[in-house]
């Protein structure tokens, strides 16, 4: 039991929901890894929302509204951090929710299934799915539902650095990333980059959503022409070198 007042509470309590995850059978055995190269990386922002990632929110949400057909990609470190933020935004932004993993095994789609199904949630990306390849992507991470990732015109990838992102983008859709590291080969190469903590970024994409489901596209339009990603990056960064 961690106590309350404990100053590293929250940070104690994300690790408590990682190692449930893990206990649980469907982390990844590196998402302890991941999970740390995380927190170091909040450490170095103030684990709060900086400046540059409530922009990059804005852009992002305006981005999935005007999307035809968007997914929200899960992991099992997404999944054990945010799961109940995950179903709710998918509902606010009229999106779908695919497993996606990167150590893929038939035991950890199936946990992560269920903790969907038990919420009732459909989630696509199960082996009882259409599963296709995308192109070029020689890792398990490579299956893509047929009506999910592989048909959809925008991704929304977290806490994951590799080669995806990259192949998504060179295959004509759009990638919004949450990832704490400004640095990550999927920060560097997505269409947005949010560099927040998915805990703190799936609420507040909520609230934005639901303050810009009123908007008109011209609107969205004008938020996401005058977002450019390579600054919001750079901005990011110094806003970690001035700490
Ligand atoms: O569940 P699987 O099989 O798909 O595997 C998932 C992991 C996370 C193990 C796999 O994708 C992986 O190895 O990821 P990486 O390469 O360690 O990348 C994780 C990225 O997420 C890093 O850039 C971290 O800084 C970032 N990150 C970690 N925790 C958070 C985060 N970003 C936002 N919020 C976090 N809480």
């Known amino acids: 039991m961690i106590p309350k007042n404990h100053p590293r ?37 103030g684990e709060k929302t900086i400046a540059t990632a409530h922009e990059a929110i804005k852009a992002a949400v305006a981005t999935f509204i005007l999307a035809k057909d968007p997914v929200i990609s899960v992991n099992g470190n997404s999944v054990a951090l945010a799961i109940d933020d995950i179903i709710n935004l998918a509902k606010v932004l009229n999106g779908k929710i695919e497993i996606n993993l990167f150590y893929r095994t038939k035991e950890r789609v199936k946990i992560i299934k269920n903790l969907f199904e038990k919420k009732g949630t459909d989630v696509l990306g199960s082996d009882d799915d259409e599963l296709l390849f995308i192109e070029d ?24 650095d590799g080669d995806r992102t990259e192949i998504l983008v060179n295959s004509g859709k759009k990638v919004i990333a949450i990832d704490l590291n400004p640095l990550s080969r999927t920060a560097q190469m997505a269409d947005i980059t949010i560099v927040d903590n998915i805990i703190r970024t799936i609420p507040l994409m909520i609230e934005v959503a639901n303050e810009f489901k009123e908007k008109d ?16 990056l750079k901005k990011s960064l110094e806003s970690i070198k001035l700490k």
């Not at 190692?19 to 170091?40: F, P, T």
């Not at 992507?137 to 994951?160: F, H, M, Q, W």
């Not at 596209?217 to 919001?232: G, H, P, T, V, W």
């Open 9 to 45: 509470y929250e940070s104690l309590i994300l690790r408590e929901k990682i190692k449930k995850a893990n206990e649980e059978g469907y982390l990844a055995d590196s998402g302890m890894i991941a999970h740390g190269r995380g927190e170091a990386f909040d450490y170095l922002i």
């Open 137 to 160: 992507l020689e890792s398990p991470r490579a299956t893509a539902s047929k009506n999910g990732i592989y048909s959809a015109d925008l991704v929304l990838v977290s806490l994951e």
């Open 217 to 232: 596209d011209k609107y969205l339009k004008m938020i996401i022409a005058n977002f450019s990603n390579q600054e919001n």
